[in-house]
């Protein structure tokens, strides 16, 4: 069995999506979901996109309710931007490792111990985590975002220390890296990689900067999931491996039924660890339940809240700012 389907049939005589679409309607709902969501979520959703993406819609939408399918600190990222909004999360305890790698106290301990950096924080992180940072970022801004600081600036760079170390590496800045990592990018085998690739010798690899700099030594493209989908979907091979959650692939399959998306392996040679365990949380019936109850919902103090949107507000008008590159774009070469 395709490790990726998910139920989406009825719940006790209800036909789910049919109760989907109803309650979008009457309760002027938006769905927005990750590219890591199951199929069946990314297909009702009104909108599916990356970090950056989501959280530019959820700031900009006029509708009364957000139903967010991916995990907690997106929701509260959309809560955040739009506080007016009630934010509907289908599972609460979709939660992230990056997040969980970066305590608050920690965080703030190590910030008080490098009084002379700024705190350049990814977006997977928790509020209270954004409330104690300078600037944050996603993988599809980070590069740009980095680009606008000036280089004798010192830089705390948090949770995650692939992407981190990635940055480093391809602008030559050298940050201070927090060590926190995704369990899900963290699960890819370079020994099985190399072995995939030897199988099928002209396939791309795309990578998401999220995984370890071994893996990230053989990829051909390396960038946010949106910009990881828009190189597949301009491929001109006929087999594409594809390192990041294989939800994605969904994208890729439904825009190119001609060409074969692999998964790249996990150290049992199969892809399905690959699956983010916290996205998968959310299902169809969690879903329709929390348009149909307006539960479980975001819920924040109104301090930590503006706190926290100070660093993304910078991370919104620096991602548009007319400088910069955009996103992480080709890989390093030549090391
Ligand atoms: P992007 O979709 O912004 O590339 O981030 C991936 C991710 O970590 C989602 O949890
Ligand atoms: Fe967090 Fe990784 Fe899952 Fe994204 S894929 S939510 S970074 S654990």
């Avoid at 006029?62 to 399918?69: L, M, P």
């Avoid at 948090?158 to 030559?172: S, V």
Wanted: proline share 6%; with cysteine; glycine share 6%.
């Amino acid at each position: 069995m395709d490790a990726r389907k998910g139920i989406g049939g009825s719940l006790a005589g209800v036909d789910i999506r049919e109760e989907i679409n109803r309650l979008r309607k009457e309760r002027n709902a938006v769905i927005l979901a990750h590219y890591y969501q199951a199929p069946e979520i990314q297909d009702i959703a009104d909108f599916v996109g990356d970090s950056l993406d989501l959280s530019r819609k959820a700031a900009d939408t006029d509708a009364d309710v957000i139903a967010f399918c991916g995990v907690k600190f997106m929701a509260e990222t959309a809560k955040i931007l739009s506080p007016e909004k009630i934010v509907v999360l289908p599972d609460m305890n979709a939660g992230c490792s990056l997040e969980d790698s970066c305590p608050p106290d920690k965080f703030k301990a190590f910030r008080e111990a490098n009084p002379d950096h700024i705190a350049l924080t990814y977006i997977n992180c928790s509020a209270d985590v954004k409330a104690l940072s300078d600037i944050i970022v996603t993988s599809s801004s980070a590069e740009k975002i980095l680009s606008q600081i000036p280089l004798d600036q010192k830089i705390i760079f948090a949770p995650d220390k692939h992407l981190g170390g990635y940055l480093a590496k391809k602008t030559g800045r050298d940050m201070l890296l927090w060590p926190g990592v995704c369990i899900v990018h963290e699960a890819f085998s370079e020994t099985e990689l190399l072995k995939l690739k030897a199988k099928h010798p002209g396939a791309p690899v795309l990578a998401h900067p999220e995984c370890p700099a071994a893996i990230l030594d053989h990829a051909d493209h390396i960038g946010s999931t949106s910009s990881i989908l828009a190189e597949a979907k301009a491929t001109e091979s006929d087999t594409v491996i594809v390192a990041t959650e294989p939800h994605i692939m969904h994208q890729m399959e439904k825009a190119l039924p001609e060409v074969t998306f692999i998964g790249a392996p996990g150290a049992d040679g199969n892809c399905s660890c690959n699956i983010c365990p916290y996205m998968a949380l959310n299902t169809m019936e969690k879903l329709y339940i929390a348009l149909r109850d307006l539960e479980p919902q975001i819920v924040m103090d109104e301090e930590l809240r503006l706190q926290a949107k100070k660093s993304l507000d910078k991370m919104l008008e620096m991602a548009s700012a007319t400088v910069g590159q955009g996103d992480l774009g080709p890989p390093i070469s030549g090391d």
